[in-house]
């Protein structure tokens, strides 16, 4: 977005001379158009957490007009619903689906969706701690999001399948910003202005998503690692450098990886959801000794063994392995083949190895439980018991203070 913000101001920009080789994955003006991002980026790691909410409200009414602006214009330009809409079988050159094969289709592109929102699911408790009061992220959760992914993803087909009617010598324009520059190439002069605002409010929303999601998400998980070395500011800078270091374009800019990238966050982050899931819900039932979080020794129920829970990593690679060697197929095509079992097992990744990792967990926890499994603290320490846990502690407290007149009594009268 911001290669297209440049573009509407300069659009030689468009025709810079591309200095890097073709195994770069990107052009030099679109290289220059991420720096400028990252930077800009970087400031904004320096405010809290919790002063995200205003600007990130704000970005997300603007994106969804451009979003909003940009479908009619397509709709109303084009008169239908366009070709790819209509017959998607000629666009593409493809036979018609049917039966198992679009079934299983079906399943892969539904765990992609889930893969992409996989890390979002796991570190959600990283925001929804910001809520006022306990489950006020629930009604967000249940509705919003649904609503914006099917609505995002509804706009994003239809304007897609206009736009190869109103410009048929052009590839598919499936990325937002190739259809900007297409609109502003072939439009007349006031097209300039608008691309340039359609693609501002866009490269506003990732920014909020991008600061948000990877910079102050990472940040949080670097602090918990080292918090004696570091903070969520400074975890989230690393973050920004560590996503230079992995070029995010090659992964961005090829399809078929992109695909294959979104789908391994479901590999590897499904089985760590249904551990987290069925720990805290089911084993635990959502009661935990809150001040044991607190002590880095053996004297919390939840140090385990040097800090580290072996039942976790158990679990984990259990619910992995499965799907691994599909995963390797697809990320690899052309040097791993595996039959078409283990790629069917791959499709349903997400969802397989969040039962298998989940089942694994309770089945460890039975055969060698855990300490202080479902028991709160016996004081309410950080106020926030609730009437059931008052109560019990409440009765703990009567029965010990019982204990301890009878113990008195034994000694004084044996």
Known sequence: MVKIMIGTIW?????????????????????????????????????KPEQYRIPAVVSSVIVTIAALAIFIWAISKQGNAGPLWAEPQEIYGVPKLEGAQLSWAMMRIITSGIGGWAGGILYQSDFSRYAINPGDQMWGQIYIIPVCLFGSNLLGLITTSCARGLFPDEPLLWRLYDLLQAIQEHGGRGTRAAVFFAAFAFFLSQVSVNVVACGVVGGMDLAALLPRFLNIRRGSFIIAVIGICINPWRILNTANSFISAISAYAVFLGPLTGIMVADYHIL??????????????????????H??????????????????????????????????????????????????????????????????????????????????????????MKEKEELKLRLSASQLYP
Do not use: C
Not at 294 to 303: I, K, T, V
Not at 327 to 333: E, G, M, Q
């Open 307 to 396: 800090g580290l829970n072996w039942r976790a990593p158990v679990a984990w690679v259990l619910g992995v392995f499965p799907s691994m060697p599909g995963f390797a197929a697809s990320v690899t095509p052309a040097s791993v083949q595996v039959n078409a079992g283990w790629t069917h097992v791959y499709y349903m990744s997400w969802l397989l190895s969040f039962f298998i990792s989940g089942t694994a967990w309770m089945l460890l926890n039975t055969i060698w439980p855990p300490p202080g499994v479902a028991e709160v603290d016996e004081k309410d320490i950080y106020g926030t018991f609730g009437p059931p846990e008052e109560e019990e502690g409440q009765q703990d």
């Open 284 to 305: 635990r039932r959502q009661r935990l000794k809150l001040s044991h979080l607190y002590l880095p020794n053996s004297a919390s129920d939840y140090w385990f063994w």
């Open 11 to 47: 659009p030689s920009f468009y025709r810079m001379k591309n200095t890097f080789g073709p195994g770069a994955a990107m052009e030099t003006n679109e290289f220059i158009s991420f720096i400028i991002f990252w930077v800009i980026s970087l400031p904004i790691f320096l405010l």
